[in-house]
């Protein structure tokens, strides 16, 4: 009896200890360096649109600015671990459009982004780093 007491006991520790380790393990990732220029080039429903995105990253606020060959604009959003959001207030046609982003770092020179134009739909594309 006092060794099943023992076997149980020894039990708890070793799982007390495991379930310890995964709580460590959920740290928040620390924010990714987006700092400078990335580009991008793809298909939309006004025709081809090439981009070039300027990012400065403060803590994990996002601040920057668009050039496209359709227009310019500022840009805010945030940096969170490998998620990236801005959003882009674009004058379009004497029309202003909200284009919201979000994207997934994919590694020190990729992001895959959506973006959706109005609420209308948009795009998904890669943006690279420039050098």
């Known amino acids: 009896m006092k060794s099943i007491a023992l076997l149980l006991a020894a039990a708890v520790v070793t799982t007390a200890g495991v379930a310890a380790i995964p709580s460590a393990a959920v740290a928040a990732a620390p924010t990714a360096d987006i700092n400078g220029t990335w ?3 793809f298909d939309s429903q006004v025709g081809q649109q090439t981009y070039t995105y300027t990012f400065k990253v403060d803590g994990g606020t996002l601040t920057g600015h668009s050039k496209s060959n359709i227009g310019e604009s500022d840009l805010t959003g945030t ?18 459009l909200a284009i919201t982003y979000t994207g997934q770092i994919v590694s020190a020179d990729e992001i895959k982004f959506k973006r959706d134009v109005a609420g209308q739909g948009g795009e998904e594309f890669t943006a690279k780093r420039q050098k």
Do not use: A, R, W
Not at 79 to 90: A, R
């Open 39 to 41: 580009t991008t080039s």
């Open 79 to 96: 940096v969170d671990g490998d998620k990236v959001t801005f959003v882009e207030n674009l004058t379009y046609q004497d029309q202003k």
